[in-house]
């Protein structure tokens, strides 16, 4: 046992390499994953949610995009496979999420387009189409408040942010606390519990 989370910022459980598959926009993926990152077994019910109902890039798409809280990078690689117009940043504050997510993102073959980074290593001028993120719920409400404080007023002014929340881990608060901030804010999907939210100002 050790006292890791998977915010943890250097996971001390042995890494215990395995893989992941899945299937979303329209393919099947087998990503690396490892002890001590979250969700390292499966891809999360809720990214499945997130990755299966909201809209995402498209050749079309350009510009910066965000995966916020990348884990082992499975938004990120994605975003940046559907979208290859597109620079994904890809942050995280554990540094096994980041080097998994490097490490997925030269596995399906966009390495040169997903910048893998620590938060404060986001240069403070770039700003995103998109941000996505499966969001740290449980690094409690005040630390997620701020974490989405800092990160979606990054957002261009036509950006769109798409957030996926566990009902029962409070989606339905999080969505009237972002409105509240001034943000728009719309339910467009929910399945299996988890609310997809669509975030625009
Ligand atoms: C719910 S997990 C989602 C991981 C991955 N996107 C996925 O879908 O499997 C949230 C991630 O946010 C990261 N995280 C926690 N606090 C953070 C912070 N302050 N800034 C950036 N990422 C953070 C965690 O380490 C974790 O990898």
Redo the contacts with the bound molecule.
Sequence with gaps: MTGDH??TAEPTAAAAPREVEFSVAGRDWTLASAAG???ADRL?PG?TVLLRKADLPTAATTGALL??????G??ACVLATSAPATTVWA????ER?RGLTAANAARVGVADRVRVAA?DDVPPEVTFAQLWS???IR?GKAELHA?LLRWLPRLAPDGVGWLVVARHLGGDSLQRWLVEQGWRVERHASQKGYRVLRVTR
């Design positions: 998977y915010f990152v979250f969700s999360d990214t995966d916020l809280g990348c884990g082992f499975p938004i942050v995280d504050v554990n999420a938060p499966n969001p740290p690094i974490l």
